[in-house]
């Protein structure tokens, strides 16, 4: 595999398990009333549904992001996401819990259809229209997430950097989302240098303002 895969991949990769961790709880409440015989098979079934809505939902933003300006939009909401990462402080406590496996499924499922709009634009934008890396990523990434939860959890409370570098990598890619757009891409062919340090610059820029923001909350690392 050349490089040229390879770095979608482990991007795509890197999304998954970055933006997991909500995901990671989702399972973990909407089971936690389960039979222990019952947890696995809620976990094995709604994981497995997820990633095949996700994949379908990625394929649609795939064919969406095609539409001129779609691709500029897409950018720029995913450094809003990338923000919302480094600033948001909402928690889980509204999961609701189910009581039977269908209903822990259900619940797996639909919030990991609502909660992972973010996954979806980042993974269609870090693709590159290539449908095959985004479900290699999926499964690769969907069992670490299910299976090391509690230890990406612990990680990211122990080491808060992990969620900058989520956020550098979030950044990234909506600047090459942004880039890519063909409308915008005619006019930065006579702009080579912004064409090349626009993603670096994003980076920076948001990683920047994440982290004075989270001073001003008194909650930066």
Do not use: C
């Not at 909407?30 to 497995?48: D, F, M, V, Y």
């Not at 549904?49 to 969406?64: D, H, Q």
């Not at 992990?162 to 409308?183: N, P, Q």
């Amino acid at each position: 595999m050349n490089w040229d895969l390879l770095e979608p991949l482990l991007i795509i990769i890197s999304i998954d398990i970055i933006l997991g961790g909500d995901n990671a709880v989702v399972i973990a409440l909407a089971s936690r009333n389960l039979p222990p015989e019952q947890r696995n098979k809620a976990i094995l079934l709604g994981t497995g549904l997820a990633i095949a809505a996700r994949v379908l939902l990625t394929m649609v933003a795939l064919y969406l992001l095609q539409i001129p300006f779609l691709q500029l939009i897409g950018g720029l909401l995913l450094f809003y996401i990338a923000m919302k990462l480094l600033t948001d402080t909402e928690d889980t406590d509204h999961i609701k819990a189910g009581d039977s496996l269908a209903a822990a499924v259900k619940t797996i499922v639909f919030a990991d259809i609502v909660m992972g709009f973010d996954n979806v634009l980042a993974i269609a934008g870090a693709s590159h229209n290539n449908i095959v890396l985004v479900i290699i990523g999926l499964l690769v990434s969907v069992p670490i997430i299910v299976w090391g939860s509690r230890i990406i959890l612990v990680l990211m409370d122990k080491f808060p950097l992990l969620i900058y570098f989520g956020a550098g990598i979030l950044s990234y890619t909506a600047a090459e989302m942004v880039m890519e757009d063909r409308y915008i891409l005619q006019y930065m062919e006579d702009y080579p240098l912004i064409h090349q340090w626009f993603a670096v610059v994003m980076v920076i820029a948001v990683v920047t303002l994440g982290y004075f923001s989270n001073k001003r909350k008194g909650t930066a690392v």
